[in-house]
Antibody, heavy 119, light 112 residues
Framework: QVTLKESGPGILQPSQTLSLTCTFS??????????VDWIRQPSGKGLEWLAN???????YYNPSLKNRLTISKDTSNNQAFLKITNVDTADTATYYC???????????WGQGVMVTVSS | QITLTQQAESLWISPGERVSITCRAS???????????LSWYQQRPGQTTKALIY???VRTDGVPTRFIGSGSGTEFTLSIEHVQPEDFAIYYC?????????FGSGTKLEIK
């Protein structure tokens, strides 16, 4: 059974760095074809893809966030991470991680974690 | 980047009816392998987002057969036959042909 769970700081101030963790089970990020994506959704709005990381450590980022994103993984502990630097109020959203495979994109999602950026 | 347009923000239907949700891409989502890189997702309050369809028409494991994906090129449709009460939700399309991956703006299915 595949499950994913996001965790994060809840609230942080503008200009800080947001660190998010996705802890998953039921698959391994060292297995061929597996990946984890990060997606966010401001309250009442649509979905925005942020980044993904693959089993072979290939990484892709949404250029709209320029160089603020860093994605990484810890295969031993079944975790994936996302850092967003220099946050501002526009980064307030629910952040999701999702498993993806080379065949089935975003086939399992976490419940999401709410992040508020406020001074 | 590829833009996905879901024209209908909301659709009002009665349980038991059939409904179609459309998604239009700014360029063809057909890859050289013959597959269309378009998928569909369902969001319901209090539930994890659910994958319904990938490659435009392939149902994800466990998805009921009343969910049907169709289309090609730039025009795609998610149809739901005999809509059930649990199908009232928001539906998003997603393209995975080119990075950055992009979602449609979503279509909310509401009870008439």
């Amino acid at each position: 059974q595949v499950t994913l769970k996001e965790s994060g700081p809840g609230i942080l101030q503008p200009s800080q760095t947001l660190s998010l963790t996705c802890t998953f089970s039921g698959f391994s990020l060292s297995t061929y074809g597996m990946g984890v994506d990060w997606i966010r959704q401001p309250s009442g709005k649509g979905l925005e893809w942020l980044a993904n990381i693959w089993w072979d450590d290939d990484k892709y980022y949404n250029p709209s966030l320029k160089n603020r994103l860093t994605i990484s993984k810890d295969t031993s502990n079944n975790q994936a991470f996302l850092k967003i630097t220099n946050v501002d109020t526009a980064d307030t959203a629910t952040y999701y991680c999702a498993r993806t495979t080379v065949v089935t994109p975003f086939d399992y999602w976490g419940q999401g974690v709410m992040v508020t950026v406020s001074s | 980047q590829i833009t996905l347009t879901q024209q209908a923000e909301s659709l009002w239907i009665s349980p038991g009816e059939r409904v179609s949700i459309t998604c239009r891409a700014s360029q063809s989502l057909l890859y050289t392998d013959g597959k269309h890189y378009l998928s569909w997702y369902q969001q319901r309050p209090g539930q994890t987002t659910k994958a319904l369809i990938y490659h435009a028409s392939v149902r994800t494991d466990g998805v009921p057969t009343r969910f049907i994906g169709s289309g090609s090129g730039t025009e795609f449709t998610l149809s739901i036959e005999h809509v059930q009460p649990e199908d009232f939700a928001i539906y998003y399309c997603l393209q995975t042909l080119k990075s950055p991956l992009t979602f449609g703006s979503g279509t909310k299915l509401e009870i008439k």
